[in-house]
């Protein structure tokens, strides 16, 4: 369930990149998700953390996306890398590869094939510096 959850969130971060005012669109998303009480918790908890890390994760994916100018980086990737980010950063409970692949899946869904080898390498690249930091 944690997949739909995942899912839920990146919908409602891809809304606000073009209309952040719509702050009741996340208790929509849930309601109809038919999600638990865990489900919702960390949903909750993983939007918070998006929230708090997204300026430091937009930088590191400018940083990372060396070969692409990051207005280039289409919306959605954005929308997976800052799940994946914020997972990796808070929820040390989640394996590293279940993050990349929940947010490789993600971008496989809303975006191009070469999307989700970018959001992979961003990924990983981002796991391996936390692990030599």
């Known amino acids: ?8 969130i990146f919908r409602f971060i891809f809304a606000k990149f073009f209309n952040p005012e719509d702050e009741e669109l996340f ?6 998700g038919n999600f638990n009480d865990d489900d919702k918790n960390f949903a909750h908890k993983l939007l918070s953390s998006v ?9 590191k994916i ?9 207005n ?13 980010m914020s997972e990796m950063n808070d929820f040390p409970e989640t394996p590293v590869a279940v993050v990349i692949d929940e947010a490789v899946s993600l971008a496989a869904k809303y975006t191009t094939e070469k999307s989700t080898d970018f959001v992979n390498a ?6 391996k510096e936390k692990n030599n930091g």
């Open 1 to 8: 369930m944690r997949s739909l959850v995942r899912e839920t």
């Open 27 to 32: 208790a929509v998303l849930l309601k109809s």
């Open 51 to 59: 929230e708090n890390n997204k300026t430091n994760i937009l930088c």
């Open 62 to 70: 400018e940083e990372y996306a060396k070969k692409f100018s990051y």
């Open 72 to 84: 280039r980086v289409h919306c959605a990737d954005k929308c997976a890398l800052l799940i994946g």
């Open 122 to 127: 961003v990924l990983s690249q981002y796991a």
